[in-house]
């Protein structure tokens, strides 16, 4: 599933490492969170990005793409208890 974030002013300045790993549902390793930053399933603004240490800005879109969590090398298997359209 799609997941999508805008950057609030508050989170301005975070690392897209720190980022993510706040805004997830599940909890993953920097390990696991960097893999699927190198497959190429995060977006900033409609662009790809690879980069953990990258800064995020007030209303950059933040976008995962389908398959993050079913990818083998982002840390394993997850088991989603929950999920909805946010």
Known sequence: ????????AAESGLKLLAFLQKKLAVKL??????KILEQGYC???GRVERFAA??????????LQPGWQESKKAG???NILFEDEY
């Open 1 to 8: 599933m799609k997941q999508v974030w805008v950057v609030a």
């Open 29 to 34: 390793s920097n390990r696991a969170v960097k």
């Open 43 to 45: 977006l900033i603004n």
């Open 54 to 63: 990258k800064t995020v800005a007030t209303d950059d879109e933040i976008t």
């Open 76 to 78: 394993g298997h997850l």
